[in-house]
């Protein structure tokens, strides 16, 4: 199982971007989705998560800014950034709690990051 991101790149400040996520592999169901990011000398911080029925839940800092969605058909995960700010500068990762076919138990797995950097 592997878990795919893209979109990220340069934006100014009050710009948008789009990430996208897409796993792939032996899968059989997948629960959680979400997105996490690491900005410079920080920890990993969750920004957005979404449940297969499409609850969502966000940091403080990004609500009414970002907004994360999934298409449960592709095994897909999105995170739609508008109003970027410097300090959403980071590298932002993909994050899905997955049960593979054959298997009883789900574990976490993670895309490979895809940096977003804000300019003021």
């Known amino acids: 199982v592997q878990l795919q991101a893209s979109g990220g790149g340069l934006v100014q400040a009050g710009g948008s971007l789009r990430l996208s996520c897409a796993a792939s592999?032996?899968?059989?169901?997948?629960?959680?989705m979400g997105w996490y990011r690491q900005g410079p000398g920080a920890q990993r911080e969750l920004v957005a998560s979404?449940?297969?029925?499409?609850?969502?839940n966000y940091a403080d800092s990004v609500k009414g800014r970002l907004t994360i969605s999934r298409d449960n058909a592709k095994n897909a995960v999105y995170l739609q950034l508008n109003s970027l700010k410097p300090e959403d500068t980071a590298v932002y990762y993909c994050?899905?709690?997955?049960?593979?076919?054959?298997?009883?138990?789900?574990?976490?797995?993670w895309g490979q990051g895809t940096l977003v950097t804000v300019s003021s």
């Open positions: 994050n899905a709690e997955i049960r593979r076919n054959g298997a009883r138990l789900t574990h976490d797995y």
């Open positions: 592999g032996s899968i059989f169901s997948i629960n959680v």
């Open positions: 979404i449940t297969s029925a499409g609850s969502t």
